[in-house]
């Protein structure tokens, strides 16, 4: 019973690379989304979907890209990396109840990020 | 927009003691889900406890409980009988039910410490 799996789960990067963290759920779940926590700041919203071929932004999407191909994967691509995005970054699922998005939030282990 | 206010930046207790955990938001909505999350050093979210806003009565599980309320924007966590395990950053979120919200609001978080 994987639950969200995130991949890589540390990663350091140089300013101006690009990168991708994957994310993928094997619980059926429509919605996904990522967050990146900050000391302070708690969970901020980055990008979301509530199904494949659907996504929207959060809080926080500059710097950010994503998609949505399959119901099981959502992707976080950065195209420029820059030391702000130095973060932890969490993926999170949840499901769809009579069309309701209803539920707790189901994260993955988390990614932690450095860009030098 | 909603806001999540945890003013307790750091919090510590001796085992087998009680502690409470402060949480504020601010809502215009009737209808929405409070959880507590908690993230131990492992970085893993895990859920605590969830409470309905049309639910009078507070939710429970074991050791932790909330007094959940409605009127004044409340919603705090009480752990009782704190063991070790329960060192962690705790954070309070808020969601709206409904079939076009997909936002998730977290608190700063509170870091708890529980003392042998």
């Known amino acids: 019973n994987a639950g969200v799996t995130q991949t890589p789960k540390f990663q350091v990067l140089k300013t101006g690379q690009s990168m991708t963290l994957q994310c993928a759920q094997d619980m059926n779940h429509e919605y996904m989304s990522w967050y990146r926590q900050d000391p302070g700041m708690g969970l901020r919203l980055i990008h979301y979907?509530?199904?494949?071929?659907?996504?929207d932004q959060g809080e926080v999407p500059n710097g950010y890209n994503v998609s949505r191909s399959t119901t099981e994967d959502f992707p976080l691509r950065l195209l420029s990396a820059a030391p702000s995005q130095t973060s932890v970054y969490f993926c999170?699922?949840?499901?769809?109840?009579?069309?309701?998005?209803?539920?707790?939030?189901?994260f993955g282990e988390g990614s932690r990020l450095t860009v030098l | 927009a909603q806001t999540v206010t945890q003013s307790q930046p750091e919090m510590s207790v001796q085992e087998a003691e009680t502690v409470t955990l402060s949480c504020t938001y601010d809502?215009?909505?009737?209808?929405?889900?409070l959880f507590w999350y908690k993230q131990p050093p492992s970085r893993q979210m895990i859920l605590v406890i969830r409470?309905?806003?049309?639910?009078?009565q507070n939710a429970t599980e074991n050791r932790f409980s909330v007094n959940f309320q409605k009127a004044a924007k409340s919603f705090s966590l009480k752990i009782s009988d704190s063991q070790l395990g329960d060192t962690a950053m705790y954070f309070c979120?808020?969601?709206?039910?409904?079939?076009?919200?997909?936002?998730?609001?977290f608190g700063s978080g509170t870091k708890l410490n529980v003392k042998p």
């Open positions: 979120a808020f969601m709206k039910v409904g079939y076009n919200f997909n936002k998730f609001y």
């Open positions: 409470q309905e806003a049309y639910k009078q």
């Open positions: 979907s509530v199904g494949a071929g659907i996504t």
């Open positions: 999170a699922s949840r499901r769809k109840t009579g069309g309701a998005l209803t539920g707790e939030l189901f």
């Open positions: 809502t215009s909505e009737s209808n929405y889900y």
